[in-house]
DNA sequence: AATTGCATGTAAGGGGTTACATGATTCT
DNA sequence: AGAATCATGTAACCCCTTACATGCAATT
C-alpha cells in the first residue's frame, strides 16, 4: 500500500466546492505541480470509486455537454480527517540529476554542465511561478481562510527551488573550474 | 517510458569495481538513500537482464555459499555514458506533507504540528548523516577520483535538507501562533 | 472552417514494492 | 544455540502513465 492518496487529493479539494474530474486535474496541475501530480488515468476511475463509497456525490448536468460535477459527503468528510491524522508516509525521491552527477566521471563535463544549467532553468521558471502565485494571493482578500496554510505551502517550494538554484550556481562554478583543470 | 533507471544505477556503480546484487543494494541503500533507492524485486532481474545483454558481466562463485559478482563491460560502459548524455527527464516528486499542510484546515493544528516535526526530525537525523559522510570522504585521501563529484551530490542534500529544517521551523512558529488565535 | 479547449473515460503496459521462499555464514 | 547478516531469487499485486477514443463548445 504504497500510496493510494490519490483519493485523498480528490477529497482535500472538494473541500472548498463541488468540482468535475476536469477541475480538478487542472487545479492540481496548476496549484500543486510543484509537490505533486495526478493523471487521468487515476482520476477518473478513483471519482467513481469514490462515489460508489459514498465519500463523494455526483450529479451528471442534464443537457448537452457531458460533466459530472462531484461534491464531498459528510462520511468524505471524515475520512479525509482520518487520513490527515495519519503520520505522514516516508517519500521516496529520486534525483536523475544527482544520479548523473554521482557517475559524473564517465562523461565529458560539458555533459554534466548542461544537465545542471536546465535543471536551474526549469526551477528558476518554477520559481518565478510561485512568486507570481504567492503575490496573487495575498492580494485578493481571503474569501477561504486557508489561505495560509496555502502560503506555507507556497514558501516550501520557495525555500526549497531556492536551494536547487544555489547548488546549481555552486555546481556550475565548480563544473567551470574541473573543466580547466584537465 | 517514464523511468527504467536501475540499470544505469547499476552499470554506473559497477564502473567503480565488480559487485554483487547484495552490494549494489547496500550501496544505495547508504549512499544514495536521500536521492534514490531500488528494491531487489528490481534489481535482481534487472541483473540478470543487463547479463544477457552483455552490459555485464556474471561470474558465480564456486563452493559454499551462491554469490553472484557482476562487472561491467566495454558495451556497458557506451550504454551509461549514452544514458548520461540525454538530458534528464522531469522529476516527479510526491510530498505528502504539503498535502497535508494544504488541507490543514479540515483537521486540528496540534495534529499538523506533529507532522511537521517529525518531518523535521527525519530529515535533521539525514542531515547529521549527510555531515558524517562528507567528513569520511574528506578524510580520506582521493582512491577514486569522483570524490569531488560526490561531495557535490552530498552538497545537494544538505542544502536541500537545510531548506527542509528552516521551513519545518518557521512553519511550526506559525503553527503556534495559529493555534492560540484560535 | 478550423483550431483550441472542455470533458469523460478505458486499455495496455511498465515500473516498483512487498512478501515470501530458501539457505549459508558469522557473530554473540 | 540462536540471532543477525549475507545472499539470491520469484510472484503477486498495486500504482501510475501513456495513448487512445469520443464528442461538444467556444474562439479565431
Redesign the interface.
Known amino acids: 500500500m504504497r500510496?493510494g492518496?490519490t483519493q485523498?487529493?480528490i477529497l482535500?479539494l472538494l473541500?472548498e466546492g463541488p468540482m468535475s474530474g476536469y477541475d480538478i486535474k487542472k487545479v492540481i496541475d496548476i496549484r500543486?505541480s510543484?509537490?505533486?501530480?495526478e493523471s487521468y488515468g487515476q482520476l477518473y476511475p478513483m471519482l467513481k470509486a469514490l462515489t460508489d463509497k459514498k465519500l463523494i456525490t455526483a450529479e451528471r448536468s442534464s443537457g448537452g455537454r457531458t460533466k459530472v460535477t462531484y461534491a464531498i459527503t459528510p462520511q468524505g468528510?471524515a475520512a479525509?480527517?482520518e487520513w490527515?491524522?495519519k503520520?505522514?508516509?516516508?517519500?521516496?525521491?529520486?534525483?536523475?540529476?544527482?544520479?548523473?552527477?554521482?557517475?559524473?566521471?564517465?562523461?565529458e563535463t560539458d555533459?554534466m554542465k548542461?544537465?545542471v544549467r536546465?535543471?536551474m532553468d526549469?526551477h528558476a521558471q518554477g520559481l518565478v511561478l510561485l512568486n507570481l502565485f504567492e503575490q496573487e494571493l495575498k492580494s485578493i482578500v481571503r474569501e477561504?481562510?486557508?489561505h495560509?496554510?496555502?502560503l506555507?505551502?507556497i514558501?516550501?517550494g520557495q525555500?526549497?527551488y531556492?536551494?536547487?538554484i544555489?547548488?546549481c550556481g555552486?555546481?556550475l562554478d565548480?563544473l567551470e573550474e574541473?573543466k580547466h583543470e584537465a
Open positions: 500510496s492518496k485523498y487529493v482535500g473541500t500543486f510543484f509537490f505533486w501530480n468528510r479525509l480527517k490527515l491524522a503520520p505522514v508516509e516516508k517519500e521516496t525521491v529520486r534525483f536523475e540529476l544527482l544520479l548523473k552527477m554521482y557517475f559524473a566521471g564517465e562523461t555533459v548542461r544537465h536546465a535543471f526549469t477561504h481562510d486557508n495560509a496554510d496555502v506555507r505551502v514558501a516550501f525555500k526549497v531556492g536551494a536547487y544555489d547548488w555552486e555546481t565548480y574541473k
